[in-house]
Every structure is written in C-alpha cells, then in structure tokens.
C-alpha cells in the first residue's frame, strides 16, 4: 500500500527539542520533493517547508526562524523534521506530504500529534 | 502571505443535492495554483483537485473545481454519504498557504 505514516509526537516541555519521523512505503520517497505541514488546535494547516529529492535544497515559511530543519535519508525512504527550542504554540498535528507540481501535495500521512506543554 | 478564506463553515445537505464551496484569496494566485482536499475523520487527507480545476487520479468526476485569480469554487454535485467530511484549499502560487475549511455534513 502507498502510504506516509508519521511517528515521534507526544508531549515536550517549552524549551525541548523534538525529532518527527515520517517513513513512506509502497513508493520510493527519494524521487520527489517531500513537505512538512502542522495544524494548530482549532487553526488552518501551515506548511512548513520541504526538502528536495537528494536533500540538496531546503526552503522553509518565514515562521520557521532556523528552529525547524528538515532532512532525509531516501536508503531508509524517510523524512525527517527536527524543531529546536519548542514553544506553545509549536502545538498541533504535524504532517508529512509529498509534494509535487510546484506545491500540490498529492499525499498525506494521518499525521503526529506535537503538544509543548509545562 | 496570501491569506485563504473559506466559506460557509458548514454546508448541511441531503444525499442527491449539490454542495458549492467558496475559496477566496486576499491577492490574485499566480497561475491558478489552487488544490483542493477532503479530510475524513481518522483518514488521511485527499487530494481532489489541483490547477484549479484538474481533477487528480482516481476523483469521481462528481467533483468539480473552478475559477480564477482570487475566487475559486469546489462543486460537488450529487452529494452521497461517504462525502461527508472537510474540505479545504491551499494555493501554491506565492509559498503555500491553506484555507480553514468547509465541513460538509450529509443529512
């Protein structure tokens, strides 16, 4: 089966750092640009960034602030979101998308639940 | 930032009627980048249409988008009872951004 399956959510304390996995089967990541996405409790789903095929390239929304880095290791056909110094309001679902066409995401994991919380 | 509004919030509606949802950007979307998605509860998220109006692989043509620059519309017409979920728009043309999205709950 094609899927996206995220994992490493729980719950931090404000000032912690956190490692979210996201492991791809029944395709081979490593051909596509793939995207981290977050939804706060009651918000709009926020992209991000994304990392491109070989991990060469990295872009990243202007909120990220160098707190969030992206990686991947395409032998294990997995994405990676690292996220320094967690605040509150880092609270909410983190998923990984594949991303294709320019920014359509024509996949989506179910998605980790983040929660920063003292 | 272009900012998405969705509306309305929820569309309540009965099998067989058609559903319209609005998407409404702040500022013109270069090339049209608008996709739509649907979210069932504990699913995944899907894709239905990108472009705009291009439905993706394997979307019944029951849905529909369109429009252009600032307004965009989803229509789903023949509403049956697996569409009961929410739907939402993200643009692609200036970064990403999403609307909040349209619950849509078949009676």
């Known amino acids: 089966e094609v899927q996206l399956e995220e994992s490493g959510g729980g719950l931090v304390q404000p000032g912690e750092s956190l490692t979210l996995s996201c492991a791809a089967s029944g395709f081979i990541s490593g051909f596509y640009w793939m995207s981290w996405v977050r939804q706060a409790p009651g918000k709009g789903r926020e992209w991000v960034g994304q990392?491109?095929?070989?991990?060469?390239?990295?872009y990243y929304n202007d909120f990220v602030k160098g707190r969030f880095t992206i990686s991947r290791d395409n032998a294990r056909n997995s994405l990676y979101l690292h996220i320094d110094s967690l605040r509150v309001d880092d609270t909410g679902v983190y998923y990984c998308a594949r991303d294709v066409m320019g920014g359509v995401f024509d996949m989506w994991g179910q998605g980790t639940m983040v929660t920063v919380s003292s | 930032e272009i900012v998405l509004t969705q509306s309305p919030g929820t569309l309540s509606l009965s099998p067989g009627e058609r559903a319209t949802l609005s998407c409404r950007a702040s500022q013109s979307v270069r090339n049209n980048c608008v996709a739509w998605y649907q979210q069932k509860r504990g699913q995944a998220s899907r894709l239905l249409i990108y472009?705009?109006?291009t439905r993706a692989t394997g979307i019944p043509d029951r849905f529909s988008g369109s429009g252009s620059g600032t307004d965009f519309t989803l229509t789903i017409s023949r509403l049956e009872a697996e569409d009961s979920a929410l739907y939402y728009c993200?643009?692609?043309?200036?970064?990403?951004?999403f609307g909040q999205g349209t619950n849509i709950e078949i009676k």
């Open positions: 990392i491109n095929q070989d991990g060469s390239q990295k």
């Open positions: 472009g705009a109006s």
């Open positions: 993200q643009q692609c043309g200036n970064s990403r951004t």
